[in-house]
Each structure stands twice: as structure tokens, then as C-alpha cells.
């Protein structure tokens, strides 16, 4: 394999391997605050996705995206503040399978308002013809503009959650629920909070993605199979881990596809899985020790 | 507290068999509901209360259709339920089939073939339907053909496999054009082309696997060398590690077949990761939708066709000519979007069982089955159908059209 070869598959699968990394980040965001996998997290994505796609017929592609994205973010707040809150005292796998359900409604609710048709976004800039060349690669610029959206999202997040006042009340409240709220934190509006990140930045992936992946109403439970399989392998809670965990599939992936039968590549994240949950549950990049130390 | 708990419980266990019972009566789409604007004077049609039967009045026909309407295959099985049930009715307006009222019970799949498998269980041992139109992809297709031959159920399959007819079921039929002529008629452009070294991308479900397998056993005949045969998943979002490999062999085009979004998936990857071979697709490319998603990248893309999609361009003694502009405009009137091969299937299939049942002048399932056998002449939207004891399908190499796509419109492929 030569230089430009290698370049190609290594930019295919860190692609695919940052929409997986977002939609880890949102899982996490919601496990640090509150304990539960949310599982509708992959239809954030496409509700996004197919809102900003109705959107753009009437205002510009740069508002249509910002306000799919506000609007799925309250949409996932109250989705929390509807079926998530009142069911706080439930157990954590009840929660988990609300959420599943919550999926279902969310993917069926879409085929009604939308129909089953596929439908993308245009291409930020260029067509589905142009492509530029990085180091004898060839991709499309669609391409670098999720690369460029999921690291600005990525550092964005890390900024917020260090700096800003919110964002470590936030951390706080992960950590510890009870002492947060003896510091006055009002854990409950932090919760909503959580879940209406975790729906914004995943709206914008999903907008990000569209012109690439194409958009139909059912994408959203296989993506959140694999945005579960990143956070996992990187140690849920820990986002930096989830980036790192989800290039590294997209890359396990690629390299699947260029030695082996491309029949293999939805094998990966499911073998991958599997390894993960038998020999190290809790992930790639958090110690032992630390991991179980978490109580959920 | 007991006793209210108990009263609370009965009265929802009583709600559900209420709704559970109204449920049931309203399954069965009814397009008997419009009255015939001219029905001839002796194909008076009959009031609609069941009990009342006037010797005049034919014992309605039950067909049941299972479509993809939903899911990756969307894109076949919407039209083809659009045009059953639009077709249908237009029958039932003119008063029936041979004066026999129809009653279309349509189904779907999702293009999934276990949810087919239980759907045509239904259809045979409950409703006891004459035949089934659909399903409408390969893979369904062969998961229920052993059902229905045994059930001893005509098989109307909307669906290209060669698979489906051969080996020969005598209830099994299908009205799409087969997988082999249109896999021969790609080739016979790559000869003339000179082209010798091709990759093939399919799609690992029953289409793609037929149609990789067809591709592959007749390339020899063309000297066509297939360098390189790659399968993915049918819910695939991104082929650029795929066709890299194939650029990485040196392929001179690309073959790509299957029914999925993932057609106009391949266009765009292409040209993206520079590669730029002309792109053959198979006859599943029928639709403009599928043109429409890949944008520019679209334009170039060589495949066979039937000749619905250029119907306007066909001369006016062409005998298909009538037959496939009435389709497209009443489709396009009707639902507002362009017309596609699919639904023409559909159309096909209760053209057939039409023509049968008129045939043998009776609606025994037998008697309708030995006589589409002997249907000659069928005009139909895929081609001019003839059948035979040895022939469930009726067409040849001859209903495709060699279609390329011009400027986002699809347009007859000239050397």
C-alpha cells in the first residue's frame, strides 16, 4: 500500500470515525449528569437532519441548520422534563429502557411526518462533484467540514465544561448529586440541561453528515449502536476518551474494509463491542480501579 | 381497594376487545367504495350491503399485495402500492374483472423478509386470497415462493431475480425483466466500449447477491474480466472505502447493483475520491429519485431500463407506446411525482391476473394459473409479456432499453 492509498483509507475512516466520536460525546454528556444511556441519541441526529432539510427550501442553509438545531435541543429538554423527570426515583435500567422507547416514538414520529423517502442536505461548499486532494488523496469538502465541526463541537465542550460556570455545575452534579445540591446547584434544571446539549450537538452532526450519508428516517438507531460501542471503548463519562475511541473505530473499520472482504466492516463495532464488555467493561482509557469505583 | 382494582382492570380488558374487534373489521383498503360514472348496462353494479346479491352481481376477487413501502426498498414499494391501488380502482370503475369486483388487501414489509414470510402466511390461510402481488424485492420474494406454492396461491413477484423462475414453481411468476438480460445488456456495452476489466459493488441482500452472481457467471461470454467483486450492507452511508479498493485495482468502469439509496451513494463517492470510470447501474436505478440524490454526480450513469422511463421518445407504432404514456400520466396526474419502472411491475402484475382471469372465464385458482400460462401478446409497462409452462416471466433481452441519464433527466443511451 502507498502513501496516498493509506492517506485515503485513514481519511475515510476518521470521517465516519468522528460522526461515531459526537454521538459518544452526546451519550456521555447525559451519563455524567444523570447515570442513564440514553438510546434516542441517534434519532437527535436525524431529527436534525431532516428538520434543517425542510427548513432550507425557506430560509438560507446556515439558519435553517441553527435552528434545527435550537429546536431539536428543546425538543430533547422536553422530552427529559416529560418522560425522564417524572420517573427520576426509577431505577436506572427503567430509565434506559424509557429511553429506548422514547427512540421508537421519536423514528416513528418522523416516518409520519416525513415519509420514508431519502433526503440530504446540499454540500456546504462544492457539489457532489467536487473534491480536493490531501496528500494524494482525493476527498470531498463535506468531508473536512465534518472533520472541522466535530473538533470545534469537541473543544467547544471542553471549554464549556472547564471554564464555564454552568458547564462545572454541570461536572458537579455528575460527580455527586446530593453534594452539587447542597452547593445550591438545582440538579434538576441541570439534567434538562444535559439532554438539550446532547440533542443540539447531535442535530449538528447530523446536519454535517446529510449531504454525505444521505438522510432517511431510520439511520438513527445503527448510529447510536456504534455511538454506544465509542463510549463504551473509551470509558463512559470520559468524552476526551470517547474522540479518541471513535477515530480509533473509524479507523479499525477502514482497515477492515481495505484488507478484508468490505462485508465485514458492520461486523466491527459489534466484535469490538463485545471484547470490550468482556475485558474491560470499563473502557480502554479509565483505570480499573477508578472505573469501578463510579457508582452509576 | 380490591374491588376497584378489579372494576379498573375489567373495564380496560373490555376497552381493548372493543377496540380489538373494530380493529379487525377495517383492515381490508376497500376501493369497491367509488360508484362506476359509466358502467355498462349489463355490468350493473350491485348496492353495497353484502347480503343483498343480485344475480348480476360476480362473487368479488381478493388479491393481496405485499410492497416494501417502507425501509430501504421505499423506493420500489411506494409506487408499486400507489399504482396497485390507483389501478385497482380505474378496474373496479369499469366494473370489475370480467364483472368480478376486486378487493386489494395491501401489506407491508418494510422490504424485510420475515416480516413477507408472515404476511403471506396471513394472506393465504386467512384472508384465502387468489393471488399476491409482490413482494417487491428478490430477497422477499424467494423467502416466500416455497408459501405460496405450497398454500397453491398465485405469485405475482414484482421482483428481477432470475432465481424466482428457475427453477420452475408453477404457482410462481414475476413481471419485472430478468436480472440475467439486464446483467447482458451492460455487458454488451462494455464490449463495444472495449472495456475488459470491471469492479462490482452490490448491495448482500437477495438483489444483489443475484445480480453479482448472474454478472459474474456470464462475464466470460463478453471477455469481461471482473477484477474485483465487493458486497456491503444494505443500510451502507459511505462506499468510499469500497471503491477505493476498486480504484486501487485499476478498473476500467464500475458495475454497481442494487435497489438501495446506496445507487446514488456510489455516484457520489466516485467522483469524489477521483474515481472516473463510467458507472453502470443495474435496472434498479429506475427512478428519478435516485437521480435527484446524487445531484451532478448522477449524470453519465449508463443502465438498462424499460422503456417506460422514455416513453415519449418512442415512435407511435411502438405497441407499447399507449399503454406506457395512459400509465405515466395518470400516475404523474394522480401523485405528483414522476413515474417510475416500479409501479409499472405492479401495473403488470394485476394486468396479468386481469387478462388471466377473463381468459378462463372463471376466478378458480387453478384455472387462473394455467391461464396466464398461455397468455401471448400482454402489452404491458415492462414489455410485451409471453409466457409459457417453461416461461414465468414472458420477457427477454428485448424489453430493456440501454438508458443514460443527461442533465439530472434520464435519456436513451447512444453509442
Not at chain 2, 280 to 303: D, P, R
Request: charged content about 15%; overall charge neutral; some cysteine.
Amino acid at each position: 500500500m502507498n502513501v496516498p492509498l493509506i492517506v485515503q483509507y485513514g481519511l475515510s475512516g476518521i470521517t465516519v470515525g468522528s460522526i461515531y466520536a459526537i454521538v459518544a460525546v452526546g451519550f456521555n454528556i447525559i451519563y455524567g449528569t444523570t447515570g442513564i444511556i440514553n438510546f434516542a441519541q441517534g434519532e437527535f441526529l436525524i431529527v436534525g437532519a431532516m428538520m434543517a432539510i425542510s427548513l432550507y427550501g425557506v430560509v438560507p442553509l446556515w439558519l435553517a441548520i441553527a435552528l434545527a438545531v435550537i429546536v431539536t435541543a428543546i425538543l430533547g429538554g422536553l422530552l427529559e422534563m416529560v418522560f425522564i423527570r417524572p420517573a427520576r426515583d426509577a431505577s436506572v435500567l427503567r430509565l434506559i429502557v424509557i429511553t429506548i422507547g422514547l427512540s421508537i416514538l421519536i423514528r416513528e414520529a418522523m416516518l409520519h411526518i416525513w415519509d420514508e423517502q431519502v433526503r440530504s442536505l446540499p454540500y456546504f461548499t462544492g457539489t457532489s462533484i467536487s473534491t480536493i486532494t490531501i496528500l494524494g488523496a482525493h476527498i470531498s469538502p463535506q468531508v473536512l467540514w465534518v472533520l472541522g465541526v466535530s473538533a470545534v463541537t469537541v473543544a467547544g465542550l471542553t471549554v464549556f465544561f472547564r471554564f464555564t460556570l454552568l458547564g462545572r455545575a454541570m461536572r458537579a452534579c455528575a460527580d455527586d448529586r446530593m453534594a452539587a445540591c447542597l452547593c445550591g446547584i438545582n440538579d434538576r434544571w441541570m439534567v434538562t440541561l444535559s439532554f438539550m446539549l446532547s440533542a443540539g450537538i447531535g442535530a449538528l452532526a447530523g446536519c454535517v453528515i446529510s449531504p454525505v450519508t444521505q438522510t432517511q428516517y431510520d439511520m438513527g438507531a445503527p448510529l447510536a449502536i456504534k455511538g454506544f460501542t465509542v463510549a463504551i471503548l473509551g470509558g463512559l463519562g470520559n468524552s476526551t476518551a470517547a474522540v479518541v475511541a471513535g477515530l480509533l473505530l473509524g479507523l479499525l473499520e477502514a482497515f477492515v474494509v481495505s484488507q478484508f472482504a468490505a462485508a465485514y466492516k458492520e461486523a466491527v463495532a459489534i466484535v469490538v463491542l463485545l471484547l470490550v464488555l468482556v475485558f474491560r467493561p470499563t473502557g480502554l482509557f479509565v483505570r480499573r480501579e477508578i472505573g469501578e469505583l463510579r457508582t452509576a | 381497594m380490591r374491588t376497584r382494582y378489579v372494576k379498573i382492570l375489567g373495564i380496560c380488558v373490555i376497552g381493548l376487545a372493543l377496540i380489538g374487534s373494530g380493529c379487525k373489521k377495517s383492515t381490508p383498503t376497500p376501493p369497491t367504495k367509488t360508484p362506476p360514472a359509466k358502467a355498462p348496462a349489463e355490468k350493473a353494479p350491485a348496492p353495497k350491503p353484502a347480503a343483498e346479491k343480485p344475480q348480476a352481481q360476480a362473487a368479488p376477487i381478493k388479491i393481496g399485495a405485499i410492497f416494501a413501502i417502507t425501509g430501504p426498498a421505499a423506493f420500489l414499494g411506494a409506487p408499486e402500492q400507489k399504482t396497485a391501488e390507483m389501478f385497482v380502482e380505474q378496474i373496479n370503475q369499469q366494473g370489475g374483472m370480467s364483472g368480478h369486483k376486486v378487493t386489494l388487501l395491501v401489506k407491508d414489509s418494510a422490504g424485510k423478509a420475515e416480516t413477507a414470510i408472515s404476511l403471506a402466511k396471513q394472506l393465504i390461510d386467512e384472508e384465502k386470497v387468489l393471488a399476491i402481488i409482490g413482494p417487491s424485492t428478490s430477497g422477499e420474494s424467494m423467502a416466500i415462493k416455497n408459501i405460496c406454492q405450497e398454500g397453491k396461491t398465485i405469485l405475482l413477484s414484482c421482483a428481477a431475480a432470475e432465481t424466482i423462475v428457475d427453477p420452475l414453481a408453477s404457482y410462481v411468476f414475476k413481471t419485472p425483466q430478468k436480472d440475467s438480460d439486464a446483467a447482458r445488456r451492460i455487458f454488451e456495452v462494455l464490449k463495444e466500449k472495449g472495456i475488459t476489466k470491471v469492479g462490482v459493488t452490490s448491495s448482500s441482500d437477495g438483489f444483489g447477491n443475484a445480480g453479482a452472481a448472474q454478472l459474474a457467471k456470464l462475464a466470460p461470454e463478453y471477455g469481461v474480466t471482473i477484477a474485483i467483486a465487493e458486497t456491503y450492507a444494505t443500510t451502507e452511508t459511505d462506499l468510499t472505502g469500497v471503491l477505493t479498493k476498486l480504484k486501487a485495482q485499476g478498473v476500467q468502469a464500475v458495475i454497481n447493483w442494487t435497489i438501495t439509496p446506496a445507487q446514488s451513494l456510489v455516484a457520489k463517492n466516485m467522483k469524489q475520491i477521483d474515481l472516473n470510470v463510467p458507472l453502470f447501474q443495474s435496472h434498479g436505478f429506475g427512478n428519478i429519485k435516485y437521480v435527484q440524490a446524487g445531484g451532478e454526480a448522477a449524470n453519465g450513469t449508463i443502465f438498462p431500463c424499460g422503456h417506460l422511463l422514455v416513453a415519449e421518445t418512442l415512435p407511435s407504432n411502438d405497441p407499447q407506446k399507449q399503454v406506457l404514456m395512459k400509465y405515466k400520466q395518470d400516475y404523474e396526474t394522480r401523485f405528483k411525482e414522476d413515474a417510475s419502472t416500479f409501479g409499472g411491475h405492479a401495473y403488470d402484475a394485476i394486468l396479468i391476473l386481469g387478462e388471466a382471469v377473463k381468459k378462463a372465464g372463471s376466478v378458480e385458482t387453478d384455472k387462473v394459473r394455467a391461464a396466464i400460462e398461455t397468455l401471448q401478446g400482454v402489452v404491458g409497462t415492462g414489455g410485451v409479456f409471453r409466457f409459457s409452462e417453461k416461461d414465468h416471466n414472458g420477457l427477454g433481452k428485448d424489453a430493456f432499453e440501454m438508458l443514460t441519464v443527461v442533465d439530472g433527466k434520464f435519456a436513451v443511451y447512444t453509442k
